[in-house]
């Protein structure tokens, strides 16, 4: 996980709601280099969570052979 | 003679307990493969019926908590028994579990089970919960030896991360196999932190080895568990009773690792492609608005011109007007301008287009 400790789906929520912010009526130009910017960021923060994050299996150790 | 009379001389009863000390010790357990015949529950629990050949007939008796797959008459079967006399002198197997033998035999009793727990409503379509769309706790029951076990883990690591995975080792083939996949189920039941889906699996094999999925108490296990199920069983066309009563039915383990989690690779290409998308959009918008500052431009320019050649024309009209009132023009036209008095005897100046003459009014006649 990435420094900023939030997890994978709060930033690809927050990705699309600035994703959503360039379709939206709120769009200005003026704003729009920092929001891309945020956008790259956070779409790079993802990429690296999901690829650095790895399983943990565990076999259970209870036999299962009998009811005990 | 007299070696008959060193034999004990037992009681019927003692005979009968020598007899069924002696199969108990020589026969401990014993499978026998025949037909049945003569099938028959009586008051609801005990189970009597003969296991035949071409050569002989035994009579098996069963309680009907034993029975874990339906048989009828005329189905091949492999019994697992103890031989017994019983106090009546009768030679009877008594049962501990039965399984349909050969395809025909496993098909027909498939095909019992499954009309029977159809009609309890097992496999209602409105029975199946949705699984979590992204589980975090998952608890998978498969044989840690299997290739389908495998292929499920390299596709989920392949897929995801941050995965607690628990594994119960069973067996999923053979006798005892439901029982140990009833149990695992039972276990994760019962875990203080539940497990969010429970994915039982196991790859493909011949209908005999996955006769395990067709148990009656594991299908009822899997549809009673308070978890979420996910059940991928043998190849793609392998259907058992275990995928029927599941909540989600995957063709294979792979694709039971596909259906529970998302693909990581997936998503990080789509966030890209998204992000990707929102530069062409500024590039666009500023064009758009490049673009229609030139087109006010072109507009504004366009009104300065036309009003320019507006006042040019009009400039041009007052100019011919200007011309045709400018008193040369009038002179030119062969007209002179008179200057002074009009009076008899006066000097008046006329101007001519060319000369300035000096006269004398000799006559004045008004209009």
Redesign the interface.
Known sequence: MSSTNKTI?EK?AE??KL?EW?DSAD?T?EA??D??KQ??K??VD??HD???????????K?K??S?N | MEKLKNQPIFSVSDFIAVVNQTFEYAYPNIEVEGEVSSFKVNQGKFIFFDIKDSGGSVGCFMTVWQLRTPIEDGMKVIVSAIPKLTQWGKFSLTVKSVRPSGEGALKKSFELLKAKLEAEGLFALDRKRQLPT?PQHIAVISS?QAAGYADF?KI??DR????????????VQGS?ASD??I??IN?FNQQESLPEVIVVIRGGGSADDLAAFNDELLVRAIATSRIPTLVGVGHETDESLADLAADVRAATPSNAAQILVPD?NE??RA??V??G???P??MQ??DQ?KQSIEDQLCKALDTIEKLVDERVVQLSSLRSVLVQLNPNTVLARGYAIVKGIIKTGSIIEIETNKAILKAEVINVINK
Not at chain 2, 160 to 171: D, I, N, P, T, Y
Request: no cysteine.
């Open positions: 789906q690809t990705l699309s994703v360039f769009f130009l729009a280099l929001k891309f956008a790259e956070l779409a993802i990429e999901l690829t650095s994050l790895k399983n943990e299996i565990n076999i259970v209870k299962f052979d009811e | 992204s840690t883990i989920i690591n995801w991360g941050g995965l607690k995975v628990e594994v119960a080792h069973v067996q005892g140990q996949i149990r695992a276990y990581k998503i990080i966030v890209h998204q992000v998308s929102l530069l959009r500024i918008l500023i608005q």
